[in-house]
């Protein structure tokens, strides 16, 4: 069975400083997507950024971009210039041709202004 | 263009209550999946529907549980006789089209359940 593991549980990081997320997983699938989410206080689940695992180059979205190492299963989220708001939970979540999202525990982002 | 809708946001029920869940997918979205997220957890699946089928509910416990997507109305997730175990965020999210990574899930806020 795929799972998601994120190792870990809270992170901290200076604002405007750069702070990098883990995420491993394990499948037995060759085509699969890879996604990062983002949970502030309010609870709503967003969507930060996305990976196709047939594509070699790392995605990116503004501040955010992915390390995806396919052969090492691993899918770290990197973000820039960190924010006051960037603060919240993030979550690596997994799915292949099968609809279910498969999640991970979560790593809590601290940012110290 | 409203997103998904769930409500209500916080429902607090005494043991042995029924709860009763409330999700409208994005405009033009046809698939819904209900997740529950307990404490300090990631979210975990429990039922894909699309209008009046359930297509996969290998995630919802197989008693007090039941879902449904009426042809007219929101997707309604229904825990009877709850229990304290109950307690958790329950998320909808939508799609429009049953391929998640092309078209990524859209989730609604949540609603918190909390069980006395």
């Known amino acids: 069975a795929q799972t998601v593991t994120q190792s870990q549980p809270e992170m901290s990081v200076q604002e405007a400083e750069t702070v990098t997320l883990s995420c491993t997983y394990d499948?037995?699938?060759?085509?699969?997507?890879l996604f990062w989410y983002k949970q502030p206080p309010s609870r709503q689940m967003i969507l930060v950024i996305r990976?196709?695992?047939?594509k070699q180059q790392n995605a990116t979205e503004n501040r955010f971009s992915v390390n995806f190492q396919k052969a090492a299963k691993s899918f770290s989220l990197k973000i820039s210039d960190s924010q006051l708001g960037d603060a919240a939970m993030y979550f690596c979540?997994?799915?292949?041709?099968?609809?279910?999202?498969?999640w991970g525990a979560g790593t809590k982002l601290i940012i110290k202004p | 263009n409203a997103g998904v809708m769930q409500n209500p946001r916080h429902l607090v029920r005494r043991r042995g209550q029924e709860a009763r869940l409330r999700c409208s997918p994005m405009?033009?979205?046809?698939?819904v999946y209900w997740y529950r997220q307990l404490p300090e957890e990631g979210l975990k699946f429990m039922v894909y529907?699309?209008?009046?089928?359930?297509?996969?509910e290998s995630g919802m416990p197989k008693e007090r549980f039941s879902a449904e997507f009426p042809k007219e109305g929101p997707s309604i997730l229904r825990i009877q006789q709850v229990v304290r175990g109950d307690s958790a965020a329950y998320f909808c999210?939508?799609?429009?089209?049953?391929?998640?990574?092309?078209?990524?899930?859209?989730f609604g806020d949540g609603t918190r359940l909390s069980i006395l």
């Open positions: 405009k033009g979205h046809s698939h």
């Open positions: 999210a939508s799609s429009p089209v049953m391929v998640v990574g092309n078209q990524p899930q859209h």
């Open positions: 499948t037995s699938e060759s085509d699969y997507y």
């Open positions: 979540a997994y799915t292949d041709s099968n609809y279910q999202l498969i």
């Open positions: 529907l699309q209008k009046e089928n359930i297509i996969d």
């Open positions: 990976q196709e695992a047939y």
